[in-house]
């Protein structure tokens, strides 16, 4: 094992920062918070967070195949989703299901998931049931089961990905497997998948029609992973990334010599 110590005004950033210094997915890697930043919502203040990421060395070295390359352009992705990806439906999804075969359970991982997040969701003063799922070894699904919780999704989703993050870190400290965990309300996993999906086909229709380049928003990796596989089969089109976290972006470029 080897790593390596960053900061960053959140621990979220502080991971980015890591997994872009090293090429590697965030489930490549185990995270240890070293220094968290100075008190207030969800860890976010003026002190810094300090974290150290360790990754096995084979890791490391298939990382260096997928490396991007100097200009900073990210290849699509291969069609490998980051979290398990709904069968797609006619309508927009209903309440998600846990994969078949996943029944609640209750074991000392789970103990720790549901501890941690009940303490958490305490102190953000939010009511919601913690219901975890075991889809298979190692890992987790948690759905947050409660009334209006809009406010524990945030927008485009940043508090429910930091609350999976913190989850993460705080049930993976100290272990020798780490354990994936993985944090859903409202169906919103789901349903931003869907918009995504939906987006890119629109905006690959103007790229195909005015044969002109389109920049989409900043988005976070998973999101920008959902661009990349959409749009991957399709013939015209292609599609690269540009910047750095947290303003990186997707572009959805015009194939020249197409016809």
């Given at each position: 094992?080897?790593?390596?110590?960053?900061?960053?005004?959140?621990?979220?950033?502080?991971?980015?920062?890591?997994?872009?210094?090293?090429?590697?997915?965030?489930?490549?890697?185990?995270?240890?918070?070293?220094?968290?930043?100075?008190?207030?919502?969800?860890?976010?203040?003026?002190?810094?967070?300090?974290?150290?990421?360790?990754?096995?060395?084979?890791?490391?070295?298939?990382?260096?195949?997928?490396?991007?390359?100097?200009?900073?352009?990210?290849?699509?992705?291969?069609?490998?989703?980051?979290?398990?990806k709904p069968e797609p439906k006619?309508?927009?999804?209903?309440?998600?299901?846990?994969?078949?075969?996943?029944?609640?359970?209750?074991?000392?991982?789970?103990?720790?998931?549901?501890?941690?997040?009940?303490?958490?969701?305490?102190?953000?003063?939010?009511?919601?049931?913690?219901?975890?799922?075991?889809?298979?070894?190692?890992?987790?699904?948690?759905?947050?089961?409660?009334?209006?919780?809009?406010?524990?999704?945030?927008?485009?989703?940043?508090?429910?990905?930091?609350?999976?993050?913190?989850?993460?870190?705080?049930?993976?400290?100290?272990?020798?497997?780490?354990?994936?965990?993985?944090?859903?309300?409202?169906?919103?996993?789901?349903?931003?998948?869907?918009?995504?999906?939906?987006?890119?086909?629109?905006?690959?229709?103007?790229?195909?029609?005015?044969?002109?380049?389109?920049?989409?928003?900043?988005?976070?990796?998973?999101?920008?992973?959902?661009?990349?596989?959409?749009?991957?089969?399709?013939?015209?089109?292609?599609?690269?990334?540009?910047?750095?976290?947290?303003?990186?972006?997707?572009?959805?470029?015009?194939?020249?010599?197409?016809?």
């Amino acid at each position: 094992m080897r790593y390596i110590d960053v900061t960053g005004k959140t621990e979220e950033e502080a991971v980015r920062k890591a997994l872009e210094q090293l090429h590697l997915d965030r489930d490549d890697v185990s995270v240890e918070i070293l220094e968290r930043a100075k008190s207030g919502f969800l860890g976010i203040g003026s002190t810094p967070a300090r974290v150290r990421v360790s990754y096995e060395l084979d890791v490391a070295d298939e990382a260096e195949v997928k490396a991007e390359p100097p200009r900073a352009e990210e290849k699509k992705l291969p069609a490998k989703p980051v979290e398990k990806k709904p069968e797609p439906k006619a309508d927009m999804p209903q309440e998600e299901k846990p994969a078949a075969g996943a029944d609640i359970c209750v074991n000392d991982d789970v103990r720790r998931i549901t501890e941690f997040l009940s303490g958490l969701l305490e102190h953000m003063e939010c009511t919601a049931e913690v219901q975890v799922y075991e889809e298979e070894k190692n890992r987790y699904k948690v759905i947050l089961v409660g009334q209006k919780l809009g406010a524990l999704i945030g927008r485009r989703g940043e508090t429910l990905d930091a609350i999976q993050q913190l989850t993460n870190y705080a049930v993976n400290s100290g272990r020798d497997k780490r354990l994936r965990i993985h944090v859903d309300a409202e169906n919103y996993r789901a349903k931003r998948e869907q918009s995504l999906e939906s987006l890119a086909n629109k905006v690959a229709g103007k790229v195909l029609k005015y044969r002109r380049s389109v920049t989409l928003e900043p988005m976070n990796a998973y999101e920008r992973h959902v661009i990349h596989a959409a749009l991957q089969d399709k013939q015209g089109v292609t599609t690269y990334s540009i910047g750095t976290e947290p303003n990186r972006r997707v572009v959805v470029a015009y194939e020249r010599g197409n016809r």
